[in-house]
């Protein structure tokens, strides 16, 4: 079996007395999507800052695409993080850039490459993630909120990365603009063989895109498909899945 592509073990994270995570432990698979839920306060976002480096964990090691985060020089973490974007919510675009001038800040750090080269790259961007091509040379402010989460995927897949990280992607979309950014998300996992990692509480995306689905319960990880977490019996996970919502997303994913 080939080996994660993010491997996770004995996490803990501590905030004062407050213990948030107590012994996680996960394996993101080479092309998978998978989906981080939890109730509020469980620790999702602060697992994925971990992961990527943000935020350090109190115990516990993290390796992403084999290395050891902890240990990385700064020249090294700087190479990892090359191979990996990552989607905040509403896009985190820098407001006095227009779109264009976002995606290219990621190529002109981490690259040497020539600037008509960027240029066109950055148009690439903008036209796979499902933006006008008038959309480029607009700033954040100008464009709606559907419009921004897309300038920040192609932002975060300026580099090619072979991991691709998502907070909350559908926060604050309508239902029509969720579904069409699931798909979005779902094309490009398939065309361009991406890894994807996503942290969410929209019950449509796990249905509609997820492989398998990590529960943040008890300060540690539940983890399967669909299917599996159906069968579980922790009343968190029940409610969740079982729910008025749970079944809505359900009877959608089976129409």
Excluded at 17 to 36: C, F, N, P, T
Excluded at 153 to 179: C, K, S, V, W, Y
Excluded at 217 to 231: A, C, E, F, Q, S
């Amino acid at each position: 079996m080939a080996a994660p592509v993010i491997s996770v073990r004995g996490l803990k994270t501590r905030f004062g007395a407050q213990i948030v995570h107590d012994g996680v432990d996960l394996d993101v698979r080479k092309g998978e999507v998978i989906g981080l839920v939890g109730g509020s306060g469980t620790g999702k976002s602060v697992l994925l800052r971990e992961i990527v480096g943000l935020m350090d964990p109190s115990a516990g090691t993290i390796q992403v695409l084999g290395k050891d985060t902890a240990s990385l020089s700064e020249q090294e973490r700087l190479a990892l993080q090359a191979r990996w974007g990552m989607l905040f919510q509403d896009g985190a675009l820098f407001s006095s850039l227009t779109v264009l001038e976002n995606i290219k800040v990621p190529l002109k750090e981490h690259t040497n490459l020539p600037a008509d080269l960027i240029d066109e790259i950055a148009r690439v961007k903008v036209a796979i993630v499902g933006l006008p091509p008038d959309a480029g040379a607009k700033y954040p402010s100008q464009l709606s909120g559907g419009m921004r989460k897309r300038a920040g995927l192609a932002r975060a897949l300026a580099m090619d990365p072979e991991i691709l990280f998502l907070d909350e992607p559908t926060a604050g979309l309508d239902p029509i603009g969720a579904a069409a950014f699931d798909d979005l998300i779902g094309s490009l996992q398939k065309s361009l063989g991406l890894t994807v990692f996503m942290v969410t509480h929209d019950l449509d995306s796990l249905y509609a895109i997820c492989d398998r689905i990590a529960v943040l319960v008890d300060k540690k990880l539940v983890i399967g498909t669909i299917d599996d977490l159906l069968r579980q019996d922790h009343p968190w996970i029940r409610d969740y899945f079982h729910g008025p919502r749970g079944r809505a997303a359900s009877a959608a994913k089976g129409s």
